[in-house]
């Protein structure tokens, strides 16, 4: 069945120091692929989001590119601020399909 | 609304309680989802809406779960005889259409105690 795997948290980082999260896919067909980011308290924001093989999301510096040869949606930021600390849910939407697949997260933190 | 509206914020049930959560969805959007997102892990989807039609319900994951979209705009989301297991985050999604356009509510954290 279709799926998403991120890498686990959580991640910590400097301020302004480049930011990799992974996420790869197992699906059917050809879903689109998202990024979603929650602030604590708060829900889902939609970050970025690509839906055909080869498209680049982005978003306030961040981006991500849908490898269909390796399954993969890796978010990449080239310098992340404190600001961006929240978690990270690499997300899939099959095609002709409403429910989304999500990954179980990536937090991330940014020290100053 | 400019937003998804979930109600109450926060709730606390004691065990075999019964439980009602509300979404107000954007005006004018057709599909509405609920998902359930438990502590440390992603959301998982629940059921889904188009309008009134509730066209998807697999992830329900007991009877005791039941969803309700009677005018085809607020939904309900209830839970009997709740138990611990049961406490996560319930979000809920509105889109203009299918696939598309999804807006998540802040979520409603049920507590079970």
């Known amino acids: 069945g279709d799926s998403v795997t991120q890498m686990e948290g959580p991640v910590t980082l400097s301020e302004e120091a480049f930011l990799t999260i992974n996420c790869t896919y197992t699906a059917t067909g050809y879903p689109s692929l998202f990024w979603y980011v929650q602030y604590p308290g708060e829900g889902l924001q939609l970050l970025l989001k690509?839906?055909?093989?080869?498209d680049k999301g982005s978003n306030k510096g961040f981006e991500a590119t849908y490898r269909k040869e390796t399954t993969s949606f890796h978010l990449e930021k080239g310098s992340v601020q404190v600001s961006d600390s929240a978690v990270y849910f690499c997300?899939?939407?099959?095609?002709?399909?409403?429910?989304?697949?999500f990954g179980s997260g990536t937090k991330l933190n940014v020290k100053p | 609304g400019a937003g998804v509206s979930q109600s109450p914020r926060y709730k606390v049930a004691k065990r075999g309680q019964d439980v009602a959560l509300r979404c107000d969805p954007i005006?004018?959007?057709?599909?509405l989802f609920w998902y359930q997102q438990a502590l440390g892990q992603g959301p998982e989807f629940l059921t889904y809406?188009?309008?009134?039609?509730?066209?998807?319900k697999s992830g329900l994951p007991s009877d005791r779960f039941f969803a309700e979209r009677p005018e085809g705009s607020v939904s309900t989301l209830k839970i009997q005889r709740t138990q611990q297991e049961d406490s996560a985050v319930y979000l809920c999604?509105?889109?203009?259409?299918?696939?598309?356009?999804?807006?998540f509510g802040s979520g409603t954290r049920l507590t079970v105690v």
């Open positions: 999604a509105s889109s203009p259409r299918g696939n598309y356009g999804y807006t």
């Open positions: 005006s004018g959007h057709v599909s």
């Open positions: 997300a899939l939407l099959p095609y002709n399909f409403n429910k989304f697949y």
């Open positions: 809406f188009q309008n009134e039609a509730q066209l998807d």
């Open positions: 690509a839906t055909k093989a080869d």
